[in-house]
């Protein structure tokens, strides 16, 4: 195993600038997320840590080597790729020995390898097929093990679990995430997925248009965001943002509306400020006789352990969840009122978060 640092690294495709100083130092034996929207450069950062891209600037290590300019098969690395990349015509165990096999192992070796990964994964009733008598969920369970039996200083998986079903990703995930607690090897996972994030990571990098937008665990993302984007990227539902002015101690909303302001926002902000006043649907509570906002019911939905409800605030739909179950017409109104000690306040022009 092995700690993994990325020391201000820069990636151009011709005069394109993708990667534009990221650092990131990732601790040996820890699971790091690198997560963000498509085109946002983590795949190509996983790339070049993997040695299949070319770095522009910076420098790449992998414990105590930088790796730069080493070829991908010396920097003792084993990736996990979105299309399994099998050989068809392999049965699972030659595929999964087959790297063992270029480097002139042992039988015994090899075998003894094979056999643990195939234990670990649950893959031993498998290892006479061929991929194509596999499922999706196998398919991948045998690119993880393929990894696996290098023993690698440190896993590289490039979402993984996109070509999934939604059920499937669940389980997968889990197994992934399972099979880090037993391994205890560095990994580095690339998605589009926050679930995916949130659920796996011990520690998450935010990426947006090559840059890094915020790190941390996944509780310090979701509780305590940078600014406007990682607070409505991290979370499902997403963040609600409604705009409005400073004013009086109180954010004012459109149509006389005020909103309390969040207590860690207190001081933070200017009069006359122009703020997004962000809340997650899981921090607004229902209020009574003349307290909280009167927000219009737009729909309804009930999952059967909570229940959604859209409404609008000011003009801004807003979604709640509630635990208890409800029975709101589209059209009504209720009163709504924000946690302010949960709450956030963002700077409409910069989109920071505005905390003490």
């Known amino acids: ?3 993994v640092t990325i020391d201000q690294v820069q990636k151009y495709f011709g ?7 990221v650092s990131v130092d990732i601790a040996d034996g ?4 690198l997560v963000g929207p498509s085109g946002c450069g983590k795949s190509t950062l996983l790339r070049m840590i993997a040695g299949l891209e070319e770095i522009s600037g910076g420098h790449i290590s992998i414990g105590d080597r930088v ?3 080493m070829p991908p098969k010396e920097r003792d690395i084993a990736m996990v790729f979105q299309n ?11 595929n999964m020995a087959f790297s063992l096999m270029l480097a002139r192992k042992s039988k015994d070796f090899i075998e003894e390898r094979v056999s643990k990964a195939a234990d670990i994964l649950g893959l031993k009733a498998l290892l ?3 991929p194509r008598q596999l499922s999706g969920g196998q398919r991948q369970r045998v690119a993880m093990g393929r990894a696996i039996v290098r023993d690698p200083q440190v896993f590289l998986f490039d979402e993984p679990l996109s070509n999934l079903d939604a059920k499937l990703r669940v389980a997968m995930r889990t197994e992934i995430k399972e099979l880090h ?3 205890k090897t560095t990994s580095i996972y690339v998605t589009h997925d926050q679930i995916e994030a949130m659920t796996m990571a011990d520690k998450i990098v935010v990426m947006r248009d090559g840059v890094v937008e915020q790190t941390g665990s996944p509780l310090e993302l979701y509780d305590f965001p940078a600014n406007q984007f990682v607070a409505g990227f991290i979370g499902s539902p997403a963040m609600n943002f409604i705009p409005g002015t400073v004013r009086g101690g109180q954010v004012a909303l459109e149509g006389g509306l005020a909103l309390p302001m969040p207590d860690n926002a207190r001081g933070r902000a200017a009069e006359g400020q122009q703020v997004v006043y962000g809340t997650r649907p899981e921090h607004i509570d229902m209020a009574g006789g003349g307290d909280g906002v009167p927000t219009e019911v737009v729909v309804v ?3 059967g352990a909570d229940t959604q409800v859209f409404t609008k605030i000011a003009g801004v739909e807003v979604t709640s969840i509630f635990r208890e179950r409800h029975d709101f017409r589209p059209g009504a109104t209720i009163r709504l009122k924000p946690d302010a000690s949960r709450a956030h306040l963002f700077d409409a022009t910069s989109g920071k978060r505005l905390a003490a």
């Not at 399994?84 to 030659?94: I, W």
């Open 301 to 303: 939905e009930p999952t």
């Open 15 to 21: 005069q394109t600038h993708i990667i534009k100083g």
């Open 84 to 94: 399994y990349a099998l050989y068809p015509h392999m049965t699972v165990r030659d």
């Open 67 to 69: 790796v730069n300019d």
């Open 128 to 130: 006479e097929r061929f």
């Open 181 to 183: 607690q037993r391994l």
């Open 1 to 3: 195993m092995a700690s």
């Open 30 to 33: 820890e699971f790091c997320v």
